[in-house]
Nanobody, 123 residues
Framework: QVQLVESGGGLVQAGGSLRVSCAAS????????VGWFRQAPGKERDFVAA????????YYADSVKGRFTISRDNTKNTVYLQMNSLKLDDTAVYYC????????????????WGQGTQVTVSS
């Protein structure tokens, strides 16, 4: 069982930056690939970014490519999502999710989900 806790969300102006974190309870966190997903009100939960077990491979949704960066520190059991040049459309609840067997790029892939952290981008 792995517990994931997101933090770092908040209110930021358009064009600004924010970093959200996902801390895991498990010391075997390096055995999990991790993804970030987001869900805006009234919309489906969408893939944002993902990172492989070692951190050597990353994936991004087209909508965030070049603006967001996913990284991980396995010594701290933590995955980060650095978000730059934020847009109004980035407003959503951001969830991290972990999988033992696949790099999570769809909502069917993860074994575990965090509770989410709200990111609000204002004009």
């Amino acid at each position: 069982q792995v517990q994931l806790v997101e933090s770092g969300g908040g209110l930021v102006q358009a064009g600004g930056s924010l970093r959200v974190s996902c801390a895991a309870s498990s010391d075997t966190f390096s055995r999990y690939a991790v993804g970030w997903f987001r869900q805006a009100p009234g919309k489906e939960r969408d893939f944002v970014a993902a990172i492989s077990w070692s951190g050597g491979t990353t994936y991004y949704a087209d909508s965030v490519k070049g603006r967001f960066t996913i990284s991980r520190d396995n010594t701290k059991n933590t995955v980060y999502l650095q978000m730059n040049s934020l847009k109004l459309d980035d407003t959503a609840v951001y969830y991290c999710a972990a999988s033992r067997t696949a790099v999570p790029r769809t909502t069917r892939d993860p074994d575990y989900w965090g509770q989410g952290t709200q990111v609000t981008v204002s004009s």
